[in-house]
């Protein structure tokens, strides 16, 4: 799908300068793809306007904040962990859900942070990934052609036409929903829950049949052992013990909902994008002379960059350019999802490129979507093999290329669903219907993610440790 937005979409473009330069809206003038029309323009008009005028979701500190720390990461002083689901769901807006993910998130980052002594950024696919691309505009459901399934911001799940049409007041529902998200994770984060002294209030069930849970609760009881230590030396408490930063992400996607919540603050040069820290550009709308890459041209944001076969190298660093011309450190993080059989014949050469443009990229590995496969019964999985399979390789390429792997990004869940096969406790596909809840792309669950955490810092450990 690829259409001028304003053709289909049209939204009043009238704040747009005389000049022709950036704005929240200039990408209205470029060709768009995976965004379809949505026929009732009134209402987009109506919807946009009102999420215009609503409260930012996020501040542009924060943003600031977290450039910083991965302009640390940029350098080899740190390491990214980006995680969550494929696509939030509005009905998956519950405490159990939030604290999951929450949980999960800060059981890796404890267990990287313990195993490499690096400080670890954490970033969740949280509170605004609410679209997905898809590879084709509709599907064929009991003889009746309709648009996919593109995420809850834009249609519905249910398969029938009138539910899977664009419906200008997701973007509404979108922001209230990742309002209550980021309230109740603020909450957990601020006052407690990720307090270092009490880990093992952070356990899960299913967690002890796993092959890594000695290991986890020897580090339990190694950082209780550290922590009581500097508490008998040290006359005042460590709050700082008590609150971890957790930033939000999501796929620029649906440009409707991220132009709407882009404004300029006092005091501050350019525009934020204030409804997450971080979003990033996917490897399907990453077109040079795109509407995508126009809006995110004129953000502040550090904005992540997918890169997987087919890439035009070229092109790709046309992008980095245009989105960084000043090269800022902090600002771009590349996210590789190559595949296991394409690692070793595409990253070394643009490592190089990249190295002798002078960019100060954060390196980051998406080793699950270039390992998706449909079983013989047509249910869509991965390979934990494979996914780690991608890491290690990954790893390998930038030692030999004296590059810094600085992040993985995964889709996980603190749930313990069945959707992707492998693992310590070997789920196979017969096993897979156990509890499959994901509606687009399979995750990790809560032991896999574990797991693969201990086996992303033992890799490290191999390249960087000195």
């Keep these: 799908m690829k259409q001028k937005a304003k053709e289909a979409n049209p939204i009043n473009t009238e704040s747009l300068n005389s000049d022709r330069s950036w704005s929240p809206l200039s990408w209205s003038e470029k060709p768009i793809n995976q965004l379809p029309p949505y026929p009732d323009t009134a209402n987009l008009e109506r919807a946009y306007n009102e999420l215009k005028s609503l ?15 991965l302009a640390d990461v940029s350098q080899g002083k740190g390491f990214l962990l980006q995680g969550g689901d494929c696509a939030e769901t509005f009905d998956a807006c519950t405490a159990p859900k939030i604290v999951n993910m929450l949980k999960v998130m800060l059981q890796m980052s404890f267990i990287l942070v313990h195993e490499m002594g690096t400080p670890i950024v954490r970033v969740g696919r949280i509170a605004g990934q609410y679209a997905k691309p898809r590879s084709k505009d509709s599907e064929t459901i009991d ?9 809850d911001l834009i249609n519905s799940f249910e398969p029938n036409k009138e539910a899977r049409t664009p419906d200008p ?15 109740f994770l603020r909450a957990l984060a601020d006052e407690g829950f990720a307090d270092l002294q009490h880990p093992e209030q952070w356990e899960l069930d299913f967690m002890q049949n796993n092959e890594y849970y000695k290991d986890y609760e020897a580090m339990v009881a190694s950082i209780n052992k550290a922590i009581n230590f500097m508490e008998t030396i040290t006359p005042n408490s460590f709050n700082t013990l008590h609150k971890v930063d957790i930033y939000t992400s999501h796929e620029a996607l649906n440009l409707y909902y991220d132009s709407a919540q882009t404004r300029q603050v006092p005091r ?9 820290h971080m979003v990033w550009l996917g490897n399907r709308t990453k077109q040079l002379d795109g509407a995508h890459v126009e809006y995110l041209s ?51 050469k643009f490592i190089q490129k990249i190295k002798h443009s002078g960019h100060p990229v954060v390196w980051s590995c998406d080793p699950m979507h270039g390992n998706t496969f449909a079983t013989d019964s047509n249910v869509k999985t991965r390979r934990f093999n494979d996914i780690l399979e991608e890491i290690k390789s990954t790893f390998a390429v930038h030692r030999a290329e004296g590059s810094y792997l600085g992040g993985v990004h995964l889709e996980l869940t603190g749930d313990n669903v069945t959707e992707c096969v492998g693992g310590a406790n070997g789920l196979n596909e017969a096993g897979l219907g156990t509890n499959y809840e994901t509606y687009c792309d399979p995750r990790l669950n809560y032991e896999q993610s574990l797991e693969m955490a201990f086996l992303v810092a033992k890799e490290w450990n191999k390249s960087y440790r000195s």
């Design 55 to 69: 409260p930012p979701l996020i501040t542009s500190w924060e943003i600031e904040a977290l450039k910083s720390k």
């Design 143 to 151: 003889g009746v052609e309709m648009l996919n399934y593109r995420g």
């Design 169 to 183: 007041q997701r973007l509404i529902r979108a922001y209230e929903k990742a309002a209550l998200t980021l309230n």
């Design 268 to 276: 501050k040069p350019g525009f934020f994008n204030l409804s997450g």
């Design 298 to 348: 004129g953000i502040r944001n550090p904005i992540g960059i997918k890169v997987g076969p087919p890439f035009d190298m070229d092109e790709t660093m046309g992008i980095i350019d245009k989105l960084n011309p000043n090269h800022e450190a902090g600002k771009i993080v590349l996210i590789t999802r190559m595949g296991t059989d394409e690692v070793e014949k595409s990253l070394p």
